[in-house]
């Protein structure tokens, strides 16, 4: 009767996700780049009342023009609220291009139209003379800028040679402080206008799982020449990053090759290992897209103008220097979800602590009590961990089959790990317990780590495919508290702190760090009220 119960009330919780609505808007750290920087962004996901949707744990973000898309990136979200960057193509031709975000949940929207919530960014390719003519306009002078907007209740106000933001109600906000160089540049969408697309409330659909937990990867196996294997249907497959065993995931393909992973959001570039449990003659994995062409609207047109050589010349060393010269001290990392299986309850074996041996079996025989090498009743190779089970607490070898993982990828092939020069091995991580990964459930894992951490001279053989995978952006600020010696302070962003949050009763001290040479600048604040009023302000200052 219990499970009964279970479904009945899980089924309501899924169809009431499905059928929420929620959309995705961005702020950036200012409105104009040279081609191969990064664009910093701050993610604002809401739900219809303009309140921040904790549905959607992860945001797609394009760059795109009529040309198609130029730049892709992942935003991990917490409660609504997300940051990342996205990198401009170094060979990005000069002209205004579009950037716009969605989630899978908003995908299900009738009247789903991420052009609708872009904002436009400009782009100046200092290193090309290539340019998107259809997009571009040429002046004698460029027209006056506009006056600095402001709305909303956040204020900023100058006190003893500092600023400090103030806010006569809740709400979260990004903050940047950027180079004025006087190019032209447009102003973030309305957010009015935004807000209002919202309360429209469009019929939905259900055909897009809502992303809860993190991004879900869909892939399908075939043989190399692009054909389904039906004999593999149920075989288990698994996703792992080397070096990282906090991104393990495993699926069981479906009949026509399928395999679904529910992620916690893998975070970085990097590369991926795909293990099948079975070993094929030859095998193929293709993983499906998240990103969506986009029809541009309307775009406006860039001005050019003999005027803007020297600042086009200042963009672009910038951007030269900055690419130079990037540090981590000027890009402190926000915490973000990171999820392991494991944690920190293991048996951890260094083995620069015993005497070194020569072969990995002689490391099982005279070191690891918790784990044995031995042949199973078929004659494979087959490495076991005593674990304990929920009704057992005595630790104790059982017939189902215990991971192994070489540098957080599974290793299906036992006979593989113990032929491994255990020389490269600097440690071995036993957890004495059951885990379920997808459908199968293993007793114990072990994780052979390596110096390197990524599979130095591993024989894998034809059972695993090392692949390119675009994880989510790393949530990043740019504080430029601390310059390492020697770095020209030619920074055009000098501070962009994405995730800020005030109430009525705190403000916030902005400290800018000076730059080498005088300037304009201009601190702008973007976001919205607990109550889903927009907020923008932007105030010009000058440097001597």
Not at 117 to 123: D, Y
């Amino acid at each position: 009767m219990n499970k009964w119960i279970t479904l009945l009330l899980t089924i309501p919780f899924i169809l009431g996700q499905a059928l929420a609505q929620e959309r995705v808007y961005i702020s950036t750290d200012r409105p104009y780049y040279a081609a191969g920087e990064a664009v910093c962004c701050s993610v604002f996901c809401l739900d219809p009342d303009a309140v921040l949707s904790g549905i959607s744990a992860i945001a797609y973000l394009e760059l795109y023009s009529a040309d198609g898309v130029a730049a892709t990136a992942k935003v991990g979200l917490a409660q609504g609220r997300g940051a990342g960057t996205l990198r401009i193509p170094a060979d990005l031709p000069t002209g205004n291009y579009k950037l716009a975000a969605f989630t899978a949940l908003e995908r299900n929207s009738e009247h789903f139209d991420p052009d609708k919530g872009s904002r436009v960014i400009s782009v100046y390719n200092t290193r090309q003379s290539a340019k998107s003519e259809a997009n571009i306009e040429w002046a004698e002078s460029l027209p006056a800028p506009a006056a600095p907007k402001t709305s909303g209740p956040v204020e900023i106000v100058s006190r003893d040679g500092r600023w400090v933001l103030r806010c006569s109600e809740p709400a979260t906000f990004s903050l940047s402080v950027f180079r004025d160089e006087g190019l032209p540049g447009y102003d973030p969408q309305d957010a009015s206008a935004f807000l209002a697309s919202l309360r429209e409330r469009p019929a939905v659909k259900t055909e897009h799982t809502p992303e809860y937990d993190g991004e879900i990867l869909r892939a399908r196996v075939t043989d190399g020449e692009g054909n389904v294997m039906p004999a593999l249907a149920g075989t288990d497959i698994y996703l792992g990053c080397p070096g990282n065993d906090a991104d393990i995931y495993a699926a069981s393909l479906g009949e026509d090759g399928s395999a679904t992973f529910y992620t916690a959001n893998i975070y970085g570039d990097k590369e991926m290992a795909i293990t099948l449990k079975e070993k094929p003659a030859d095998w193929q994995i293709q993983f499906e897209s998240p990103f969506i062409p986009i029809e541009t609207g309307d775009m406006p047109k860039m001005v050019l103008a003999p005027s803007m050589e020297p600042a086009l010349t200042r963009l672009g060393f910038s951007a030269q220097v900055t690419g130079a010269f990037e540090a981590d001290t000027l890009y402190p990392v926000y915490p973000f979800r990171q999820l392991s299986f494991t944690g920190d309850d293991r048996v951890r074996y260094r083995l620069d602590d015993f005497t070194r041996l020569q072969s990995m079996r002689e490391i099982f025989t005279e070191y690891l009590r918790e784990m044995r090498a031995r042949r199973n009743d078929d004659g494979a190779a087959e490495i076991q961990v005593r674990c304990q089970t929920r009704f057992n607490q005595v630790p104790v070898f059982q017939d189902r089959p215990s991971l192994m993982l070489l540098d957080g990828v599974p290793v299906p092939d036992h006979q593989t790990l113990l032929e491994y020069d255990p020389l490269l091995v600097k440690y071995i991580d036993v957890y004495p317990y059951e885990y379920a990964f997808g459908i199968t459930r293993y007793a114990g894992v072990a994780n052979f780590v390596t110096y390197r951490g990524d599979m130095p001279s591993a024989r894998l053989g034809g059972s695993v495919k090392i692949i390119d995978f675009q994880g989510v952006s790393y949530p990043v600020a740019i504080t430029g508290a601390s310059f390492p010696e020697g770095y020209p302070r030619v920074r055009q962003t000098l501070l962009w702190e994405p995730l800020v949050s005030l109430d009525a009763t705190t403000g916030k001290t902005v400290d800018i760090p000076l730059p080498e040479s005088p300037g304009t600048f201009r601190i702008q604040v973007e976001g919205f009220t607990a109550t889903g009023k927009p907020v923008f302000q932007q105030i010009s200052v000058r440097i001597p």
